[in-house]
């Protein structure tokens, strides 16, 4: 039998959200004023995939709980500066700068899409689960919304770019292929972890 230096790590419920968040988040950003209704849906789907992974955060496999990859501020303070060294501390599961730009990404979709709900029910559409709220469209709270909801966009557009940063540092300092890891759920094993 063939020895193999690679672990399974992720389980087939954390790459398929991943992806299907990529996909949706996506697909809502660029739909946003034109295809309202495919851009709704990508919402839709966004709001199902933060919920599910927040419960499996709680619930899920070793490496898809938030307590085996959210660490305090000091582990993440001593492994972003362990990356200027050229040798990071290596981690089977995320590492912990990874671990909070989980947190960051999952808050920030989570007000995006709370927020694309709220302009979605007072606005010119006067639909969804806020509907009750009443159309306005052009008003100050109408506008307001939708500003925020831009804003949020475009903050979480800016955390992917730095979490896609982070991926391509990690992997080429671990010499280990990330996004390969996220397709087949597959990481090297260190000599030094168990």
Not at 10 to 18: E, G, Q, S
Not at 75 to 80: A, D, E, F, S
Not at 104 to 120: E, I, P, R
Not at 160 to 186: C, D, K, P, Q, Y
């Amino acid at each position: 039998m063939q020895e193999t230096n690679e672990v399974k790590v992720w389980d087939p419920l954390v790459r398929v959200f991943h992806w299907s968040l990529v996909t949706a988040f996506i697909v809502a950003y660029v739909t946003e004023d034109d295809y309202l209704g495919l851009h709704t849906q990508a919402g839709y789907t966004i709001i199902g995939l933060v919920l599910f992974r927040l419960l499996w955060g709680l619930l899920g496999t070793r490496h898809a709980r938030f307590s085996d990859f959210v660490r305090g501020p000091q582990t993440v303070t001593t492994y972003l500066k362990s990356l200027l060294t050229r040798h990071p501390t290596h981690y089977l599961g995320h590492n912990p700068a990874g671990g909070w730009m989980v947190i960051a990404l999952l808050v920030t979709l989570l007000l995006t899409t709370l927020s694309g709900l709220l302009t979605y029910g007072i606005g010119e559409s006067a639909a969804g689960p806020f509907a009750a709220l009443g159309g306005n469209p052009g008003g100050f709270w109408s506008e307001a919304m939708e500003e925020i909801h831009e804003v949020l966009a475009n903050l979480t557009l800016l955390l992917v770019f730095v979490h896609v940063g982070g991926v391509i540092v990690s992997s080429l300092l671990h010499r280990e292929n990330l996004v390969r890891a996220m397709l087949t759920g597959r990481k090297p094993l260190s000599p030094s972890e168990d």
